[in-house]
């Protein structure tokens, strides 16, 4: 253990903290021997850390283990900016149009059949884009105030 402190000090590591039950590991026993520790950590250097300003270390629920598995999300500030510009929002108006469930219908015929999440999250994002791209010049053209219905 001694090594290892010595090796995050030398290397400039140090722990990115926790959100949520503070415990990784326990020993699983219903007597007076019961432990929890926290025993899994992510670490980083200052580089690392200047690199990713958005950092989130969360413990998960363990399934068929005594650790618990941690998950780290982390983002630099850029790109969230970015991702905030593009915000779908889907307008009413666009219902008025004749040829928008045909829109719609079109994105979704074109999906294969599956049941991944991610696939389906791949399908709305297209959705949204034929839609946007297809009625947002509209109503630039008309100019007029449109009633938004948030995502």
């Not at 021997?33 to 670490?43: G, H």
């Not at 999300?73 to 149009?97: D, G, H, I, P, V």
């Not at 999906?111 to 010049?137: A, H, M, V, W, Y």
């Amino acid at each position: 253990m001694v090594m290892f402190r010595e090796a995050l000090e030398t290397n400039e590591l140090f722990d990115m903290g926790y959100v949520g039950d503070c415990f990784t590991w326990s020993n699983g026993h219903d007597d007076h021997t019961f432990t929890k520790e926290r025993l899994d950590r992510y670490v980083a250097n200052k580089e690392w850390r200047g690199r990713f300003h958005l950092v989130k270390v969360e413990g998960l629920v363990a399934k068929s283990s005594d650790h618990k598995p941690i998950l780290m999300m982390a983002r630099n500030e850029r790109y969230r900016e970015t991702r905030r510009r593009f915000l779908f929002k889907f307008k009413a108006s666009w219902l008025r149009q004749e040829d928008c469930e045909m829109v719609v219908k079109k994105v979704w015929e074109r999906k294969q059949l599956t049941l991944e999440p991610i696939k389906q999250q791949n399908l709305l994002q297209r959705c949204s884009g034929e839609l946007t791209k297809d009625f947002k010049k509209r109503d630039r053209e008309r100019g007029g105030n449109i009633e938004l219905l948030s995502k």
